[in-house]
Antibody, heavy 121, light 108 residues
Framework: QVQLVESGGGLVKPGGSLRLSCAASGFTFSDYYMSWIRQAPGKGLEWVSYISSSSSYTNYADSVKGRFTISRDNAKNSLYLQMNSLRAEDTAVYYCARGYYGDYVNYFDYWGQGTLVTVSS | DIQMTQSPSSLSASVGDRVTITCRAS??????LNWYQQKPGKAPKLLIY???SLQSGVPSRFSGSGSGTDFTLTISSLQPEDFATYYCQQSYSTLGYTFGQGTKLEIK
């Protein structure tokens, strides 16, 4: 069965860095786009970034552009999010999600359990 | 960016009720609209994709409709396990996917 397991969250000071990982299993990882989506405490969902199956395409929300970098290692079935220059407003649970892209359809069909990032002094 | 607006933001209903949640896009998104359910402390779960297609394993009491800018999620007969927060999400613009602000469905 499809599994996505995030790790790497924790407490970091403003201006600091953190690298999140997402280990995928149960499907052919290299066939799928992947995304990071976050949720601040008590708030709604915010898409953060996506990466294409071969890493050819990436895109970012304006709120993280220039500070976050998404990457993947298809040989290790792993997705990453390098987060630099962290701000208090980046505090959130970060989910990795698999993106399904078909004819006229595009959605997140599997999600990990999330990892909490807290930015505070 | 495409803005997604859900209404209502919260809703109280009883088991057995028929419930409808609305989602409006700031521009036409064709049928690139998905619905997710999230329970406290859990990851979101895909319910409906492409506006009206039911994800495998999701009960048939859930249905979606709409195209262009206006969409609805309907639960035909509320069950106790349906009390959760529901989000719409547009996947039309690959420049940035956006979610609605959520609709919290509570027990009356």
């Amino acid at each position: 069965q499809v599994q996505l397991v995030e790790s790497g969250g924790g407490l970091v000071k403003p201006g600091g860095s953190l690298r999140l990982s997402c280990a995928a299993s149960g499907f052919t990882f290299s066939d799928y786009y992947m995304s990071w989506i976050r949720q601040a405490p008590g708030k709604g969902l915010e898409w953060v970034s996506y990466i294409s199956s071969s890493s050819s395409y990436t895109n970012y929300a304006d709120s993280v552009k220039g500070r976050f970098t998404i990457s993947r290692d298809n040989a290790k079935n792993s997705l990453y999010l390098q987060m630099n220059s962290l701000r208090a407003e980046d505090t959130a649970v970060y989910y990795c999600a698999r993106g399904y892209y078909g004819d006229y359809v595009n959605y997140f069909d599997y999600w990990g359990q999330g990892t909490l990032v807290t930015v505070s002094s | 960016d495409i803005q997604m607006t859900q209404s209502p933001s919260s809703l109280s209903a009883s088991v057995g009720d028929r419930v409808t949640i609305t989602c409006r896009a700031s521009q036409s998104i064709s049928s690139y609209l998905n619905w997710y359910q999230q329970k406290p402390g859990k990851a979101p779960k895909l319910l409906i994709y492409a506006a009206s297609s039911l994800q495998s394993g999701v009960p048939s009491r859930f249905s979606g409709s709409g195209s262009g800018t206006d969409f609805t999620l309907t639960i035909s007969s509320l069950q106790p396990e349906d009390f959760a927060t529901y989000y719409c999400q547009q996947s039309y613009s690959t420049l940035g996917y956006t979610f609605g602000q959520g609709t919290k469905l509570e027990i009356k």
